[in-house]
């Protein structure tokens, strides 16, 4: 596919990117977020970087694990590719914008894994319950081997209930669902992210890894 040359697809329908030079020794828990809706606000399939801002207080959350030597991974789904609205050239334009806008409030992202496998796609990218997609937790998988990451004492933030599916079958115990009631999710405790007192809770998480 000649519009994927030159990005860091580690398949036809994975982007693995490790961004920055920031180093960590094995064994760390991660601090793992899904993008559309817990990082920018939800846009609907965004495609257009000029349209991208980020959602209040989640800068802060980044930067605590950068302090922190806590790796930040971004996992995300990112179905619009198989469904053919845009391609990874897009992507990228968007995702750079996102993560420019982080790095203005001093907020680093260490890795990027985005998964394009829809059944709804057509061609290599039209794979139903593809594993690396959210539920599956391919990608945080995929993340801990390459970081060699402590899972099980990694986090998730995300602002759908397949976020933390996905951390529950990777076999995290605590993630924060952005809008929503806490609850246990099989072995995972999933905490809400609505207000300043549990935002305060995840930061407290996060320097306390
Ligand atoms: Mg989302």
Do not use: Q, V, W
């Given at each position: 596919m000649a519009e994927s040359e030159g990005f860091p697809l580690a398949e036809p329908g994975l982007w693995v990117e490790r961004v920055g030079d920031r180093t960590f020794p094995a064994?760390?828990?991660?601090?793992?977020?899904?993008?559309?809706?817990?990082?920018?606000?939800?846009?609907?399939?965004?495609?257009?970087p000029a349209a991208m801002a980020l959602r209040d207080g989640i800068a802060p959350v980044i930067a605590a694990a950068n302090q922190h030597g806590v790796p930040v991974v971004v996992v995300t789904n990112q179905s619009g590719i198989a469904r053919g609205y845009f391609g990874w050239d897009a992507f990228a334009r968007v995702n750079g914008r996102v993560l420019e806008l982080l790095a203005e409030q001093d907020a680093f992202v260490d890795m990027v894994l985005a998964c394009a496998y829809h059944e709804a796609g057509s061609g290599p990218l039209a794979i139903a319950d593809h594993p690396m997609r959210k539920p599956n937790p391919g990608m945080l998988l995929e993340a801990g081997r390459r970081l060699g990451l402590d899972i099980e004492r990694s986090l998730i933030v995300g602002d759908k209930p397949a976020d933390m599916e996905a951390g529950r079958r990777a076999g995290l115990a605590r993630g924060w669902l952005v809008d929503c009631e806490g609850s246990m999710m099989g072995g995972l405790s999933m905490l809400p992210l609505r207000d300043a007192t549990d935002l305060d809770g995840l930061l407290t998480a996060i320097r306390s890894l």
């Open positions: 064994g760390r828990p991660a601090l793992f977020l899904d993008r559309d809706g817990t990082i920018n606000l939800d846009t609907g399939y965004p495609d257009d």
